[in-house]
């Protein structure tokens, strides 16, 4: 039984109950302990115990992680790995570092959680790179259009060394933030309900003329306008209202988070047209991180390559098996119970689409982000450079199959 569902009897006010006694961060990373369904007591009994573990010692360091809308019954759904990140690095330090885990946007929300960390308020965030990068726009570099052609990719990417060299050093350098680990999925179309009599799309063209959510990246933004997609900039909260009500007829987003965000129920159509990046991360402030000891910055990086590996499997599994993106779907999944329908487009669909948006193919209206992009990072060609290392592995490579890699060490 998943932690989602032996969660599922407990009310938010249950869960606050416990928290208010033993705090959340010791009653989120006690859930994930128990086996069975979860009962009041019997979460008390494992958050008592996690907190007097916990706090045997005092903490060295402190640290607050603001982890936007994420929740232990989410973190289950879309698996970006901030709960166990955060409990490896506990365990490995012997509590020298304890984090304080403040997600539901209570502190954070996906635009400005990386703003919180430049600023001092938190520590650690996590959301996707894509909303951060209103605020820190060299993360743009993830998101040239159809440069990954698959989930395995991006992940081979994170674990390449030339990750460090062409988005984790220039990352840090401009925005002081260090790029800890990542899930990885790619972008479609999620249409709404207004779409939910219409027919399974099949070729992109359908796509045309349709008006669509887009996200804080201004690459995202290009690749929509050149495939006719129409990006509306809408807040991630007033998402869910804007496909039910037809304001807009869909959002480019990926598969688990219209699961974990509970926008299934609005959705009718996952259209995979794989078009650019989904990456929900994790990053840390740099002058925190420099703070550490030695030792205590290798359990950083050590607990970051553990919670990479995690994600690479975990997610790879919930999206076929709690998510339902996959074909055939699985009963009893979040979209087969939401009737969402999944449109995985063919290969020669998803290359109509390359052909009109990618830099490979249509390079002009790149150009100019192309070049500050490309200036931030010490004049690395980023597109070409990623784009290549993308391709250093099988198109049809299963991400599950992705070796691991430390990729701080060459």
């Not at 599922?8 to 369904?37: E, H, I, N, P, W």
Request: with cysteine; net charge negative.
């Amino acid at each position: 039984m998943s932690l989602a569902a032996k969660l599922g009897g407990l009310s938010r006010r249950d869960l606050f109950k416990v928290a208010g006694q033993y705090g959340m961060s010791s009653t989120l990373l006690a859930a994930g302990t128990l086996g069975g369904t979860v009962s009041v007591a019997s979460l008390a009994k494992a958050a008592e115990s996690t907190y007097e573990k916990r706090f045997a010692k005092e903490a060295k360091h402190t640290l607050k992680f603001g982890a936007a809308g994420f929740n232990a019954r989410n973190l289950l759904i879309e698996r970006a790995g901030a709960l166990e990140f955060a409990r490896d690095l506990e365990s490995r330090t012997d509590g020298e570092i304890r984090i304080e885990f403040i997600g539901d946007n209570q502190i954070c929300g996906q635009p400005n959680c990386v703003e919180k960390t430049q600023l001092g308020i938190t520590d650690i965030y996590a959301a996707s790179t894509q909303n951060s990068a209103g605020a820190a726009p060299y993360l743009n570099v993830l998101d040239y259009a159809y440069m990954f052609p698959s989930r395995a990719s991006q992940y081979y990417f994170l674990y390449s060394p030339e990750s460090q060299r062409i988005l984790r050093d220039p990352f840090e350098k401009r925005h002081g933030m260090k790029f800890l680990f990542s899930h990885c999925e790619l972008r479609g179309i999620q249409l709404g309900l207004g779409a939910q009599d219409k027919p399974t799309v099949t070729k992109v063209e359908e796509l045309f003329g349709t008006k669509n959510r887009v996200t804080g990246t201004q690459l995202g933004r290009i690749a929509m306008q050149l495939l006719n997609l129409n990006p509306v900039p809408v807040a991630w909260e007033e998402t869910l209202d804007g496909l039910k009500t037809g304001l807009i007829d869909g959002a480019e987003t990926w598969a688990s988070a219209v699961a974990y965000a509970n926008m299934a129920p609005v959705v009718s159509q996952s259209v995979d047209l794989k078009f650019f990046c989904g990456t929900e991360h994790t990053a840390m402030s740099a002058k925190v991180f420099d703070s550490l000891d030695g030792y205590l910055q290798d359990a950083v990086m050590e607990s970051a390559y553990l919670a990479q590996v995690h994600v690479q499997a975990a997610n790879e599994a919930a999206l076929v098996n709690t998510v339902g993106f996959s074909d055939p779907q699985l009963p009893n999944t979040i979209f087969a119970q939401n009737n969402v329908r999944n449109a995985f487009l063919p290969p020669e669909e998803i290359k109509i689409a390359e052909e009109m948006c990618s830099p490979e193919f249509n390079p002009d209206p790149w150009s100019q982000w192309r070049e500050r992009i490309n200036n931030w990072a010490g004049g690395i060609d980023t597109y070409d450079a990623i784009y290549n290392v993308a391709r250093e592995i099988p198109v049809d490579m299963l991400a599950e199959n992705v070796e691991p890699r430390r990729w701080w060490k060459a």
